[in-house]
């Protein structure tokens, strides 16, 4: 089996186990009165396995996906691209532009002539 699998089946493996505490604690707990709802209804396993089960997908993808990051080089050598510096203020300075803006309307005159209610 590939190495990249078998860490994936692992991954769900402990997944399944994070859920099966994360529900257990929920209805310890009784969040949101889960307890009640659950343990009152005739169907209530269901929900249960619906819990386990889609909190399994989330739980196993965060920790494969926490696996897969880990799985990278510790390269020691030059890592990314060009250390230069970046210009801030000449670019800020350049990019510089003057608007002309015209004086003595206030927001109300500009109402008036656009006939805006206020």
Aim: no cysteine.
């Amino acid at each position: 089996m590939p190495e990249l699998v078998r860490l994936y089946i692992k991954n769900v493996i402990f997944g399944f186990f994070i859920a099966l505490a994360f529900v257990g604690l929920l209805l310890w707990f009784n969040v949101g009165n889960l307890w009640h709802l659950i343990s009152t209804s005739d169907i209530g396993y269901i929900a249960v396995a619906l819990l386990v089960v889609f909190n399994t997908v989330v739980f196993s993808g965060v920790q494969f996906s926490i696996a897969v990051m880990r799985m990278g080089s510790d390269d020691e050598g030059s890592s990314g691209g060009k250390r230069d510096a970046i210009p801030t203020m000449q670019a800020a300075e350049r990019l510089a532009i003057r608007i002309p803006v015209e004086e003595g309307r206030t927001r109300r005159q500009l109402d008036q002539q656009l006939k805006r209610p206020r």
